[in-house]
């Protein structure tokens, strides 16, 4: 934590969705992910980074990180549930 | 490749690859982030509009909607909270959970964070408020509605809460209850959102408390894995932060020229604007380590560089330190009259302060000064002025019987220059470690 988090100015969502959505979608297609199951995955991300008054030096890789991190665990659920031959 | 790779067709994989290559694989295997850029490196040279994932397109519209929407919602709980909170602190402290339990406007998501936010501001003037407003968080947890929230953002917060009480007992070496409000901040993270800086930030805090319970090779770890976790996500001011809190563990476990290289790096990583208290921090403590080691000369480049900051943080706190590094500093380049005369000033400086450990510290540096001069007489008159000092403060027991066997010494004749330097060391240590015990026969040895 450092100091004076709650007057950081917000990172805007939509601009680092803008900037990510080429490379979203090609980590999607990587990992298998449905578009629904990508839109919620986005979603979910995106209401960490804005709700948490917490101050993020670099929201972009932030951001992307969460994202990758989901598909991991949903990736992980899916060969727990199917395990290869 | 739609199977996993057979035994032998990956061991004929990885010996085929020389070992920068396999240095990589190993990274990758590790990195999940990494992992996540093959699939979009090499960048292709142009994009393909409306590309489909999964073959259908991502039309993040309705979800782009959906997050502004949430943000202004979040925005108006953020306005209204410091009204809140002025409104819950003016009443009696005894009602606070009352107040807050009953009435629902005080259930709102802004003033969960705020108390959070001020339970952190308030750890270091007042430790036990900050725990109140801590728990009081905790309580206002408990009422918000995880169906409009998130139960897994509510959970973050309630880690965050919990990591605020325990750091605030820390502070008070309640050491016991910060364990456990430790334990009960991690088991809300495992139910958060995994937000990686969130974890991060409680690695941190915990590598913080396993310091002072003198477990050095876990807070070593812990303060490692913040590291990387911060870097992980571009936060290199964080990073910064966590190598400067590792420096100082180094130095607790007595292994100061350690903090050397971990200090350096951090310089490199704290952002001045955002905290230049935290920059002059890492610098100074870095001039003193260097100091120290007698590195005397890079130590004085270094204070040259920093003598702007120092300029900036006006306080007697801060210029006393200054003043006792500087005479550091002068005495490892030869100069024993400046450095006397800087060393005076820190000692009278921490003397108007009411801090008697320093002034032990910086008394014993001048005492060694004189030793080296054979000074006898002055040796005496200094000692005779230190140990009643201490007597008439709150002071740890065996650092006095350490000074006390140090004034006899010198009023012996017998106090050379190890036996100053033994005592020094003793009282180093036992800042850092109310348990140590002194033994004057070791002071000989």
Redesign the interface.
């Given at each position: 934590m450092v100091a004076s988090d709650m007057d950081w100015p917000r990172p805007d969502a939509g601009k680092l969705l803008d900037q990510l959505q080429p490379v979203l979608e090609r980590i999607f297609r990587g990992y298998g992910i449905s578009v629904r199951e990508a839109e919620t995955i986005v979603e979910e991300s995106c209401r960490t980074l804005v709700t948490k008054g917490l101050r993020r030096q670099e929201p972009l890789v932030w951001l992307l990180h969460d994202i990758v991190e989901r598909c991991e665990r949903s990736r992980e659920e899916r060969s727990f549930e199917d395990p290869p031959p | 490749m739609k199977?996993?790779p057979h035994d032998k067709v990956l061991e004929a994989f990885l010996l085929s690859l020389a070992e920068r290559d396999l240095d990589l694989v190993f990274h990758l295997a590790r990195c999940?982030?990494c992992?996540?850029r093959?699939?979009?490196l090499p960048r292709p040279e142009e994009?393909v509009e409306g590309?489909?994932?999964?073959g259908?397109?991502?039309?993040?519209v309705?979800?782009?909607e959906?997050?502004?929407g949430?943000?202004r919602a979040?925005?108006a709980e953020?306005d209204e909270a410091p009204g809140l909170f002025v409104e819950l602190m003016s009443q009696p402290v005894a009602r606070w959970g009352e107040v807050l339990g009953a009435d629902p406007r005080f259930h709102s998501?802004g003033l969960f964070?705020?108390l959070i936010?001020r339970s952190?501001e308030t750890t270091i003037p007042d430790s036990a408020h900050a725990e109140v407003l801590g728990r009081l968080a905790l309580l206002l947890g408990e009422r918000l509605a995880p169906s409009r929230?998130?139960a897994e953002?509510i959970e973050?917060?309630r880690a965050r809460a919990w990591a605020h009480v325990g750091n605030a007992c820390r502070t008070r070496s309640e050491l016991h209850s910060a364990e456990e409000a430790f334990g009960k901040a991690f088991d809300h993270l495992e139910k958060g959102?995994?937000?990686?800086?969130?974890r991060a930030?409680l690695l941190d805090?915990l590598g913080s408390l396993r310091r002072d319970q003198r477990r050095f090779e876990e807070a070593v770890d812990l303060l490692g894995k913040a590291v990387s976790a911060f870097l992980?996500?571009?936060?290199?001011?964080?990073a910064g932060?966590s190598l400067v809190n590792l420096s100082i563990v180094h130095n607790h476990s007595g292994h100061p020229e350690e903090s050397i290289p971990v200090l350096y790096e951090s310089l490199d990583l704290i952002?001045a604007e955002?905290?230049p208290r935290l920059l002059l921090c890492a610098r100074h403590n870095l001039t003193t380590f260097l100091s120290e080691a007698g590195r005397s000369v890079e130590a004085r480049d270094l204070y040259r560089e920093t003598r702007p900051l120092y300029r900036d943080f006006g306080e007697p706190w801060v210029q006393n330190r200054r003043q006792w590094v500087k005479g550091k500093i002068a005495r490892g380049l030869g100069s024993a009259a400046r450095a006397e005369s800087l060393l005076l000033k820190a000692r009278e400086g921490f003397l108007a302060e009411g801090i008697p450990y320093d002034t032990a510290l910086v008394s014993l540096e001048l005492a060694t000064l004189y030793a080296e001069q054979g000074r006898t007489a002055d040796l005496k008159r200094l000692a005779e002025e230190i140990v009643p000092v201490f007597a008439s403060r709150n002071i740890h027991r065996e650092a006095l019987a350490a000074l006390a066997f140090l004034k006899q010494a010198i009023e012996a004749e017998a106090a050379n220059l190890e036996v100053i330097a033994r005592v020094a060391a003793f009282l180093k240590r036992a800042e850092n470690d109310p348990e140590l015990k002194f033994a004057p026969l070791s002071v000989y040895r």
């Open positions: - | 199977i996993h999940s982030y992992r996540s093959i699939y979009y994009t590309e489909a994932a999964c259908e397109p991502l039309n993040l309705q979800t782009r959906r997050i502004e949430w943000v979040v925005e953020r998501w964070e705020l936010e952190w929230y998130g953002l973050d917060l959102t995994g937000d990686a800086l969130e930030i805090l992980k996500i571009g936060d290199r001011h964080r932060r952002d955002q905290e």
